[in-house]
Nanobody, 117 residues
């Protein structure tokens, strides 16, 4: 069982920046592919980006160039960064961990990001 804890959300002014963290409780962190999703009110949960233990990244087409995903395997932590936030970035941001080739699939509780003046 892997527990994921997101942090770094809150109220941000338009034009501000975002850096979210996701801490994973596992001794095999490097084996997991980590993803960030977001879910705006009334919308489905959308993939933003994924990163493998080796640092290979994938961005959803609509998110590419807008977000940056990274990870620090020594700290069991994955990050999501974005600059130039707009109210359309208001959502709950979720962290997900998957062990490819298995049924292991874990979600964090989410962190709320509200972009408003």
């Amino acid at each position: 069982q892997v527990q994921l804890v997101e942090s770094g959300g809150g109220l941000v002014q338009p034009g501000g920046s975002l850096k979210l963290s996701c801490l994973a409780s596992t001794n095999d962190f490097i084996k997991y592919t980590i993803a960030w999703y977001r879910q705006a009110p009334g919308n489905q949960r959308d993939l933003i980006a994924t990163i493998t233990g080796g640092g290979f990244t994938y961005y959803a087409h609509s998110m590419e160039g807008r977000f940056t995903i990274s990870r620090d395997n020594a700290k069991n932590t994955t990050y999501l960064q974005k600059i130039s936030l707009t109210p359309e970035d208001t959502a709950v941001y979720y962290c997900n961990a998957r062990l490819l080739g298995t049924s292991e699939n874990y979600w964090g509780q989410g962190t709320q990001v509200t972009v408003s003046s």
